[in-house]
């Protein structure tokens, strides 16, 4: 029992803090060494420089670390060459009104399925100033781009994310196909994206934050307002300098990003790379910047995102800590022996959901749970189909109401609403898609 205790406690003084005091710096940063002291006890220090060196050379926060230097570089580009201003300024041309924007917003996070990253900030970035214009709040555009970036690389069967997948379930004669099939029951997605829709068309009612957003617009406040208390861990950048150039100067760079994405087997690193070229090539050339301010610039952008990454290494550590203090041998064993067979799709639902909510990642929970859940469904005599769709679900859930997963700061980034706050919009909504799929995953089971 009390071993149970000490593997749930640093995550729940995480998110304790993190509710509480809306630091999220401090609250990961006192999580993670909770943790660290917990499984390596007298040998803390020792132990603890070993983690983060694992953690380091680990190739999954390389890819971040790339991710966020050349990341925070090429959109502090962006900005600063004022094509963006004028995209805005175009876009606005043709997405008026309430309904119009956020329609636009969602339509465009399907094209944009590569990749969560690529899909949260392209959106972001192009929508943030069109919303404003159209007096719609910043938490809304944020609702609806992180839980699109969410979901939509779970559903559209050519991401990374289903190569790893694929990769996984190949082992239990299930393959691209077997994906295909099951992509019309991850109920959870297909749910909350619907609602996203919805509420951009204003069919579906405002609950919660996202109500008083709109409140606040109503009695003549901001569309958007940097709340101290709840402060994002990227800083918006001064743009009241920038002068408004062609949109091309914006467009073609993220252009450049999305084919070099796509040609690049789905690699963000490298359509960045050529994206950063590209700029290069436009924005010295054109001579809207000297070398000098090229770099500079870019370097600022870089520097901009040293928190955030600082964090998410706190996030890869104790997701790792967790992991071997047991975290997902309590879990899983506490829920899955003897239960009726058709409990297994919902049980592997609400207990994927559950892990990415708790570890902030989305991966390492599928390297757990896929091999539990999918041949225990083949054993009872259940849809294997149908259980990968429910762990798919689970991980677009949990990941979507994660306070510190990746995504949350990438959109907290180009909508410069805090972490904290984007979860707290999302959260009434995702509890309604929750129901619907905990009742879906049981009929379906017993068809």
Known sequence: MLNTILVFLPLIVLLVLALTTKRMAESMTAATFLALLILHRENFISGTIDSFYKTLSGSSFQFVLILMVIFGGVIELLQRSGGLMGLGSFVAKYANGKHKPLVMSWVMSLLMFADEYLNAITVSLSMSSITDLNRIPREHLALQVHVSACCVCAMVPFTSWIGFTLGMIEDYGMGFMDYVKS?????????????????????????????????????????????????????????????????????????????????????????????????????????????????????????????????????FTLSETSRELGFFDIVINGVTGAVPSFLIPVIAFLVTGMCVFTMGGCWIVMLITIPVFVPMAIAAGVSPGLTVAAVMSGVTMGYGLCIYSDTVFITSMGTGVSNLKIVKCIMPYALIAAAVSTIGFIVLALL
């Open 183 to 315: 992509l019309p029951y991850m109920i959870y997605p297909i749910t909350i994206m619907i609602i996203c829709l919805l509420l951009g068309l204003g069919i579906f009612p405002k609950i919660g934050p996202l109500k008083e957003a709109y409140k606040r617009i109503e009695e003549g406040g901001p569309a958007f307002i940097q709340d101290k208390s709840e402060r994002s861990v990227v800083e918006a950048t001064d743009l009241s300098d920038v002068e408004e150039r062609s949109l091309w100067y914006a467009l073609i760079p993220i252009l450049a990003l999305i084919i070099g994405v796509v040609s690049f087997d789905n690699d963000l690193v490298h359509g960045l790379v050529i994206a950063l070229i590209v700029q290069f090539v436009m924005y010295i050339g054109g001579r809207l910047m000297t070398v000098e301010d090229f770099f500079g610039n870019f370097f600022n952008g870089a520097k901009s995102l040293t928190q955030l990454t600082i964090i998410l290494c706190l996030g």
